[in-house]
């Protein structure tokens, strides 16, 4: 069965940094490309970064470039994000994903597997 667990969220003050995980189990993951995606409350699900599936790529929203690096261990079946500089408006349910291919994907509709999410709050 496969499953995707996220950790590393939690409560951080404007300006500080936080580091998610996502751990893969059930199957290996090194072909396909991978992301994350956020959804804060009453908005929709929304792409934060992807990774290809040799880590030869990524891609960012606009929102996050420059202050957030997405990166994989494909050994050790993981996905990570480094978040720095966050913001008040970063605060989000973070969601790890598995796309349908080796290629980076930004919709929510081109990825299989989900994780169920970790809270990241940011406080002023």
């Known amino acids: 069965q496969v499953q995707l667990v996220e950790s590393g969220g939690g409560l951080v003050q404007a300006g500080g940094s936080l580091r998610l995980t996502c751990a893969a189990s059930?199957?290996?993951?090194?072909?396909?490309?991978m992301g994350w995606f956020r959804q804060a409350p009453g908005k929709e699900r929304e792409f934060v970064a992807a990774?290809?599936?040799?880590?030869?790529?990524?891609d960012y929203a606009d929102s996050v470039k420059g202050r957030f690096t997405i990166s994989r261990d494909n050994a050790k079946n993981t996905l990570y994000l480094q978040m720095n500089s966050l913001k008040l408006e970063d605060t989000a349910v973070y969601y790890c994903?598995?796309?349908?291919?080796?290629?980076?994907?930004?919709?929510?509709?081109?990825?299989?597997?989900w994780g169920q999410g970790t809270q990241v709050t940011v406080s002023s």
């Open positions: 059930g199957r290996t993951f090194s072909n396909n490309a």
């Open positions: 990774i290809t599936w040799n880590g030869g790529r990524t």
């Open positions: 994903a598995v796309g349908w291919t080796y290629n980076l994907h930004s919709r929510p509709d081109e990825y299989d597997y």
